[in-house]
């Protein structure tokens, strides 16, 4: 008997973000989609997003869709939060190429039993974030019965920028005076609406005493679902430049974690 065995064609995958916070989903993406080829670019010279204003946020999204598209990628994942709040609507409108963005998980708290009562969620965000009508319209869609309180850190994405490059433990006590107005509220949950916070998700598990909660795992799975692919018998190839880079180089999938 003869078994077909659908064979997805090798797809081109661009992905963008301030930094490093989009190495959170692009963890994810590297088993969901193995064996294809991913472009990404971090715009460090120009992060941390989460102070600037909504129109550089724009132009600098513009200028990394357009750096992607040189490499002919098939679709472009705003692995940012705050970048998805402020520009994918522009980018589709632009654009052909589809766009995938990530934006906190809000929607994460209609799957709560709300009797039980001692479910005290968080959402922590950056401040470009939590001041943007984006972010406003998703709490008035899923957070109807007010139960959110949403936080904005303004330091915690540079930190975690400053982690990678010198090691977690060198920001350890930043990173908790960062989340210390957070320590005594008995919070039992944090969304983790900027993809930076993932990668230290365990230190904001450990020191506020919650569960993290964050799309990146649906997210990646989107990704798939829109290139309507999978897994693929094929080198998972790995591209990463700075934005301030003219060539990609390939990348070690091991510099997806921090030390
Ligand atoms: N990683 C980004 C986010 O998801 C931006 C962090 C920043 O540069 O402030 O919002």
């Known amino acids: 008997m003869l078994t077909y065995v659908m064979a997805f064609e090798q797809k081109r995958i661009g992905i963008f973000d301030s930094g490093i916070g989009g190495f959170s989903i692009w963890k994810e993406l590297i088993s969901e989609l193995a064996g294809h080829q991913f472009f990404y670019i971090s715009d460090v010279p120009n992060s941390p997003y989460g102070n600037k204003t909504s129109s550089f ?70 401040r470009a974030m939590h001041e943007s009508q984006r972010f406003k319209d998703l709490l008035l869609k899923y957070d109807k019965n007010n139960i959110l309180t949403a936080h904005a850190c303004d330091h915690l994405a540079s930190l975690i920028e400053e982690g990678y490059k ?3 433990k060198s920001v350890e006590t930043k990173i908790e005076e960062e989340l210390s107005p957070l320590k005594n509220s008995n919070f039992t949950h944090a969304i983790l609406g900027c993809t930076h916070y993932p990668l230290i998700s365990d230190k904001i598990k450990s020191y506020l005493n919650v569960e993290c909660v964050s799309p990146c795992l649906p997210v990646s799975k989107r990704v798939a679902y829109i290139l309507k692919s999978g897994p693929i018998d094929s080198r998972t190839e790995l591209y990463f430049k700075t934005s301030n880079q003219e060539n990609f180089e390939t990348f070690d999938p091991a510099l997806l974690s921090l030390k």
């Open 57 to 126: 946020i724009r132009e600098r999204s513009e200028v990394l869709a357009n750096e992607l598209l040189k490499e002919n990628v098939d679709i472009i994942l705003l692995a940012c939060n705050t970048a998805t709040a402020e520009a994918i609507d522009g980018l589709r409108n632009k654009f052909e190429v589809p766009f995938v963005g990530i934006e906190p998980f809000v929607r994460s708290i209609e799957n709560i039993d709300l009797t039980e009562s001692n479910f005290r969620p968080v959402v922590l965000t950056t």
């Open 166 to 168: 010198s090691g977690i």
